[in-house]
């Protein structure tokens, strides 16, 4: 039971939870940002290049059976047959979608730097204001210092 009560004291620790909810968003995220690539970004450079689909670029490694009737152009097709193919298309279309999630959380962390570094500006501001102000004094303090500096100099011996 000791071993069982550490793991539930594990798990109930706050960054193992944040760190849940962080993988979970984060698969969320991936597949918003492998249908932006597959249905907008992938399409769109497709029609830039003369209507490329990266889908279907590999390259052939094995013989096609004998007896298929597909395409021998339809990646997909000469898979599902169990001809030996390198699918580079998909690896592009993965370094994109890479790409791009790098460039949001880039730009997702610089925006959360500029507000951090803003706001620590301006408590530094803050701070610097309120020791200005605690240095400003009281006139009547002005005025006893005045007076235990008169009485100093009075106590003073002459010599």
């Not at 939870?17 to 992938?42: P, Q, R, S, Y």
């Not at 002005?142 to 007076?147: A, F």
């Amino acid at each position: 039971m000791p071993l069982l009560d550490e793991f539930k004291k594990f798990i109930a620790r706050g960054n193992v939870l944040d760190l849940a909810v962080g993988v979970i968003i984060g698969a969320a995220f991936g597949k918003i940002v492998t249908a932006l690539t597959e249905n907008v970004i992938m399409p769109v450079i497709g029609w830039a290049f003369g209507d490329i689909d990266f889908s279907n670029y590999f390259l052939l490694l094995g013989s096609i059976p004998t007896g298929y009737q597909g395409s021998l152009s339809d990646y997909a097709a000469l898979k599902a047959a169990g001809v030996a193919m390198i699918g580079y298309g998909a690896l592009v279309t993965q370094i994109i979608n890479f790409l791009i999630i790098a460039a949001v959380l880039f730009m997702l962390l610089r925006s959360v730097n500029k507000v951090i570094d803003r706001l620590e500006r301006e408590k530094k501001l803050a701070d610097s204001t309120a020791a200005e102000v605690a240095v400003a004094t009281d006139p009547q303090l002005d005025t006893l210092k005045e007076i235990l500096a008169e009485l100093k100099r009075r106590e003073a011996p002459a010599g």
